[in-house]
């Protein structure tokens, strides 16, 4: 008490007001930093790749004998939900009923992802990430779902090296182009997401994507999977290993999944 009383105000108020700025330092805002990197590892997580995802080798375009790999799958305990999906380049194009021919082509580039409705929705919660419109039903016929980051108002980008689409909005006919076949769809929704893997890409009904490219065979590009809480996902990915998967597709789990910008910012921090 009487060091306080016979000390200056201001140096102990200097000497509490350094203490805050190095507790707020020390916690605090490393606290923010590794939180909003945590976000970044649980929404790729979450909303794309599942605790364990299982995709298609370098080499191929597709999960040979995905119908075995989906068999195997089925027979392990752990799971609780999956969702096979299709994953091909393809090209989309607006206005093209009015463009004149001195008009730049409206076009944008991306993934076009065939996916079960109910399945995909168990296991990422997509439909939670519809901004505008209505999410996907299994009976849907030429309709799509488009991300954010094809369009243009949602990602007001001014630079030649992005592409996005202008003038597109949920009712809005758009034109697809997969394998160089042609197909007239209607923007059912429009998704936004914080994983860019899923605000790039366009979503529609798995079997009518597979009657377009023609692929009879039930082989899909990769496999999401969501375990039973409590399940490992080391555990898994081991006992998919031990019976072959390994073999026609790359097992990884989340943590092996995450892209390398990811790992590197998670290193650095």
Do not use: C
Not at 36 to 54: E, F, H, M, W
Request: zero cysteines.
């Amino acid at each position: 008490m009487r060091q306080i009383k016979r000390a200056s105000l201001w140096t102990t108020s200097l000497i509490v007001f350094v203490m805050v700025l190095t507790f707020l330092n020390l916690v605090v805002v490393s606290g923010i930093l590794v939180g909003l990197i945590k976000g970044s590892v649980d929404a790729q997580r979450v909303k794309y790749t599942g605790d364990v995802i299982i995709s298609n080798l370098n080499k191929k375009k597709y999960i040979e004998n995905s119908l075995e790999v989906i068999n195997i799958i089925k027979s392990l305990p752990q799971i609780d939900v999956f969702s096979a999906r299709y994953r091909l380049g393809g090209t989309f194009e607006a206005n093209y009923k009015t463009k004149k021919d001195t008009d730049k082509p409206n076009i944008a580039n991306g993934l076009i992802v065939g996916i079960d409705p109910q399945a995909e929705d168990a296991v990422t919660n997509i439909s939670k990430n519809i901004v505008d419109g209505h999410y996907l039903l299994p009976t849907d016929y030429d309709q799509i779902i488009i991300g954010s980051f094809l369009l243009k108002q949602y990602i007001p980008v001014d630079n030649h090296g992005f592409v996005a689409l202008e003038n597109v909005s949920v009712g809005t006919h758009i034109r697809i182009n997969v394998n160089g076949i042609e197909r007239e769809v209607t923007v059912k929704g429009i998704l936004k997401s914080k994983v860019q893997d899923i605000s790039r890409n366009v979503y529609m009904v798995d079997s009518q994507l597979r009657s377009i490219i023609g692929r009879n065979d039930g082989n899909v590009a990769e496999i999401a999977l969501k375990l039973k809480r409590g399940a490992d996902p080391l555990a898994v990915r081991k006992a998919l290993i031990l019976s072959g998967v390994d073999k026609a597709a790359k097992v990884q789990t989340y943590v092996d999944a995450q892209p390398q910008f990811l790992k590197d910012i998670v290193s650095t921090f």
